[in-house]
């Protein structure tokens, strides 16, 4: 079993499995404000956004590509989240991931205590790795938990290794003696239950609670009150991922405003179907030509919300039948952005979207562009802006290929195909060209969509060849698009 760091497109499937554990195993313990709360905490927006400011870190367990458990700790050292899946439970998931994110605090955070608010049935399993009561039985928010603590000692460091007989971390003689063989009070619901969440997603009705014996390392911490913000030890999981590490270049004095828009929605009247938008998207403001901006704000609102107009507002049949077929039916795209370039004649904007079209099994994270004169408001293909003659399809496949640090990334693709598909045609959605402007160049690129089960998926999301504008200059176009620069 391999236990890591989660990459930032791995958190919206580690949401997805906490999610699917809370509901069946957590939810009825909790009163309609506590599940309330741990919703809207959970939510990816929230989530991300700490990621992004190195103040949460994921832990993932995994047997193959599958992800069995996971843990969050705050860069203070609170536990946040601990969930393990159900079918992964009583093999030891939760005591290696427990084990690493000692690990993590000792090494790399350097705090000198590791925190949680256990819920009251998960307390005996904290004791079993060490960690002490210290306090009483608190309620916040719906939500009861017993404030829990344990020291640091990096000497105590140990390899995240197959379980043994021996105690995961022994800290003092004091917690040594704390550590009795208990069978623990838990929580038991069925599918019905999990059903009765789906189908009241404001969670208005109690749930009973009901007695289950657990194995000590089964754990499903729901605490979120822990210490808020980054300490003086911040995380490096945090470091910048994904569009967030794009060098943005915003010139100075434009004449024009950028806000912040977003569509967001949240279908509570769906009984089976978890529908959940936030797409937020950039809003321009201030154009000379109000017909230009008119269609500038259109352009960049429509590429944003391209997702939900795929599995919602335009379903195709394909769509519509996942949604029936699944057994747990969702459509979900939450969307942030990044404006790369800004001048007074173009915009270059980055979207990243993180979906579940159709149902859980079909999550998808994906990149989308938009360049746009401001003009007119025409937004630029790739083929617009750039030759694609050979000797520019051999530099771009080999940039891609050392930005893969893989030789046989898109191997699968000629000269010919590839041309193509920089023309625009994906091959059913397979290649998708994108570029974007940033403050050392351009970037051309593909998001990929490999079908399940193709040989040419070396697992990539998106990949993109940097050039600067020196590199690119050989291949320009005589597209007014440069003149924008």
């Known amino acids: ?21 809370f509901a069946e195993d957590v939810a009825p313990a909790y009163t309609p404000e506590g599940v309330a709360h741990f919703q809207e905490f959970i939510r990816y927006d929230n989530i991300s ?21 996971t843990m969050a700790v705050k860069s203070v050292g609170h536990i946040c989240l601990f969930y393990v899946r159900k079918d992964c439970q009583s093999k030891g998931v939760g005591r290696r991931l427990f084990q690493a994110v000692y690990n993590y605090c000792a090494q790399k955070l350097g705090v000198s205590k590791i925190t949680v608010n256990a819920a009251p049935g998960a307390v005996p399993k904290y004791a079993h790795m060490g960690m002490q009561a210290m306090g009483e039985e608190r309620q916040v928010n719906g939500i009861r938990y017993v404030p829990m603590e344990m020291q640091v000692i990096p000497g ?12 995961v971390i022994i800290v003092t003689a004091v917690c040594i003696a704390m550590v009795l063989v208990l069978i623990i009070a838990g929580v038991a619901i069925g599918r019905k239950v999990r059903h009765m969440l789906r189908e009241q997603s404001i969670y208005t009705q109690p749930y009973n609670h009901n007695d289950r014996d657990h194995d000590y390392d089964d754990h499903h911490d729901y605490d979120y009150f822990g210490d808020e913000g980054a300490g003086q030890n911040s995380t490096d999981a945090g470091d910048l991922t994904g569009i967030d590490a794009i060098p943005q270049k915003i010139a100075d004095g434009l004449s024009y405003d950028l806000k912040e828009d977003a569509y967001t929605y949240q279908d509570d009247k769906k009984q089976t179907t978890m529908i ?40 195709s049949d394909e769509m519509k039948e996942r949604v029936l077929s699944s057994s747990q039916p969702a459509l979900v795209s939450y969307v942030k952005y990044k404006v790369a370039y800004a001048s007074e004649d173009l915009l270059s904007v980055a979207f990243e979207d993180y979906s579940y079209q159709g149902g859980a099994e079909y999550s998808d994270q994906d990149l989308r562009t938009c360049n746009i004169s401001l003009k007119d408001g025409k937004v630029y293909e790739v083929k617009d802006i750039v030759r694609l003659d050979d000797a520019f399809l051999a530099e771009w496949a080999d940039t891609m290929r050392d930005e893969a640090d893989n030789d046989a990334f898109l191997s699968e693709l000629d000269k010919d195909a590839m041309k193509k598909t920089l023309e625009g045609d994906s091959m059913d959605g397979v290649y998708e060209a994108n570029f974007f402007l940033d403050a050392d160049g351009i970037e ?15 697992g990539y999301i998106w990949v993109t060849a940097p050039f600067d504008y020196d590199e690119i200059a050989e291949f320009r176009t005589d597209s007014d698009f440069w003149t924008g620069l």
């Open 156 to 167: 105590l460091v140990q390899p995240v290794k197959e379980k043994s007989k021996a105690p």
């Open 49 to 69: 956004d700490m990621y992004q400011k190195g103040e949460i870190t994921f832990f993932g367990a995994f047997e193959g590509t599958k992800l069995c458990g």
């Open 276 to 315: 959940d938008f936030n797409v937020n998207y950039p809003v321009i403001s201030g154009l000379k030509d109000a017909k230009a901006e008119e269609k500038v704000n259109e352009a960049l609102k429509n590429c944003a919300l391209q997702t939900v107009d795929k599995i919602y507002d335009n379903p």
């Open 1 to 21: 079993m391999d236990v890591r760091i989660l990459k930032q497109h791995e958190i919206l499937p580690a949401l997805h499995l906490i999610w699917e554990v």
């Open 444 to 458: 051309i690129g593909y998001n990929l969509n490999y079908k399940e089960g193709d040989a040419n998926n070396l």
